[in-house]
């Protein structure tokens, strides 16, 4: 007697690969979503055996793991996929990143610099090798649709302010014990024994919480299975590597796309990063309401989700230099505004960091979206972590942003800060004017019948590359 065994559709199976790929972008960007939340409970700590820690100081846990998010990008798309297969660089990822909260556990009581290592490199690098599989596993499934399946994808990631920042919160001041004003260093900390005994704990219970999530989602974060080739088969990890490398150079690089994106991604990484690590510090000196505060960024991580899957479905549409020449454009004059209002109405302050929310974080979708455009096949992941290396370059502004005006001796930082950001974008928006949607050929003719041939080639190459699969619009 044969016993039945259960079927589920591709479309279904499909479905589901996007949605765990959307709770794992959910649980490792909780990290940087909920940086500017924490921060003002770790420099609280801090200065109960430190009294020279400082937000700037404090601060610099988010741009040193970003320093390496770059580079660990790069890593992840020409060297560790490659080299032990995009699965297997998922669940690593999701073991360094789980792993990440209780070895900031046991550095929380040591320098700043360890507990930068423990808590601020490895969940940030850990961020990165787990973004192309989860991109790349779900749009293997939907391959017509990639900037829709890339959005739904990175929403998530915008989504876990919403989740974490009041989960982080609750665990530390359940009671909302309002901050006092520090003498001499014009911020705002927490002295409540209470909040403060709190502190090391949630990181265990943050830990507990990412380990159930990802390992609920890696069993059903898996790739398209197609037929392999008997020549690709016979291809070694190092000719595999190697390839990857050669079509950087050869294809990527020889590009005009790949520094205009490039650079675009440093001054977005550096504005929205920043964004996050200093948005609460600056509302305490507005509102002393720790549980409203906490509010409106997890209501901030719906419009950061929401924004992801709208540029997806406006890039589809849309070409990118129209979508996100525009967005960045109004970004500039949000952060341009944002201290003046906020001084005048904090209803309108409120207003303007959700606009920020919505605005400042689509580019991780966007960009990976219009590189596999440009760049359709096998390889397109390598030039995705290769763009991903300015993410390094913008943590590295970051740094810089936080060593200079949040010593404690910088008059009006906040100012400063909100002018350097609104020019960040309006650079942004200029570049993306010059982004064009498809490569051209050096030796193409530009006749109307040879343009045709060229669309076609590439279509067809595209294709080649492409696993098969449904059309998102077909599916959902």
């Not at 008997?230 to 490398?245: C, H, P, T, V, W």
């Not at 590009?255 to 964004?275: C, D, H, N």
């Not at 030039?383 to 970051?398: E, W």
Request: glycine letters at 8%; one cysteine or more; charged letters at 15%.
């Amino acid at each position: 007697m044969k016993i039945p065994q259960l079927s589920i559709s591709p479309t279904i199976r499909g479905l589901l690969c996007v949605f765990a790929g959307f709770i794992i972008q959910m649980v490792v960007g909780s990290y940087v979503s909920i940086f500017g939340n924490f921060l003002p409970y770790l420099v609280s700590y801090k200065r109960q055996y430190d009294d020279t820690i400082s937000y700037g100081e404090a601060a610099i846990l988010l741009p040193a793991g970003g320093l390496t998010m770059g580079i660990f990008s790069l890593i992840s798309g020409s060297i560790i996929i490659p080299l032990v297969g995009a699965r297997l660089c998922l669940i690593f990822g999701c073991f360094i990143y789980t792993i990440s909260p209780v070895l900031g556990y046991f550095a929380l009581d040591s320098s700043i610099h360890l507990l930068a290592f423990c808590y601020g490199v490895l969940p940030i690098a850990a961020m990165n090798i787990v973004a192309i599989p989860t991109m790349t596993f779900a749009v293997s499934w939907f391959p017509n649709s990639r900037g829709k399946v890339v959005g739904c994808v990175m929403a998530g990631m915008g989504f876990s302010s919403t989740v974490f920042i009041p989960l982080q919160t609750y665990l530390v001041n359940p009671e909302n014990i309002s901050p006092v004003k520090a003498n001499g260093t014009g911020f705002t900390l927490f002295d409540s024994p209470e909040v403060l005994d709190r502190v090391p704990n949630s990181l265990l219970w943050l830990a507990l919480v990412y380990a159930v999530l990802m390992g609920f989602s890696l069993l059903l974060c898996i790739q398209k299975t197609v037929e392999v080739k008997k020549d690709e088969k016979s291809n070694s990890k190092i000719a595999q590597i190697r390839e990857a490398f050669l079509f950087l150079k050869d294809k990527g690089l020889k590009s005009r796309e790949f520094y205009l994106l490039f650079i675009f991604r440093v001054l977005m990484i550096a504005t929205g990063a920043s964004i996050l690590s200093q948005w609460k510090s600056f509302s305490l000196l507005l509102n002393t309401d720790d549980r409203l505060l906490s509010v409106i960024g997890g209501v901030g991580g719906l419009f950061n989700c929401l924004s992801r899957f709208v540029i997806g479905v406006l890039l589809d549409r849309f070409n990118f230099k129209l979508v996100m020449s525009i967005q960045t454009l109004i970004l500039a004059i949000d952060m341009a505004s944002i201290y003046w209002v906020g001084y005048a109405s904090f209803p309108g302050f409120c207003a303007l960091i959700l606009l920020a929310y919505f605005l400042s974080f689509s580019f991780f979708s966007a960009v990976p979206a219009q590189i596999m455009k440009l760049f359709p096949g096998k390889n397109s992941g390598v030039v995705i972590g290769a763009v991903g290396l300015g993410d390094s370059f913008g943590f590295l502004a970051i740094f810089i942003l936080n060593k200079t005006l949040f010593n404690g001796t910088s008059e009006e930082p906040y100012l400063k800060f909100f002018i350097v950001l609104s020019l960040f974008s309006l650079i942004s928006a200029v570049l993306a004017i010059f982004v064009r949607e498809t490569l051209e050929d050096k030796h193409e003719v530009t006749t109307e019948g040879s343009k045709e041939k060229a669309k076609s080639s590439d279509i067809n190459l595209e294709k080649w590359h492409s696993n098969s699969g449904f059309d998102m619009d077909q599916a959902v």
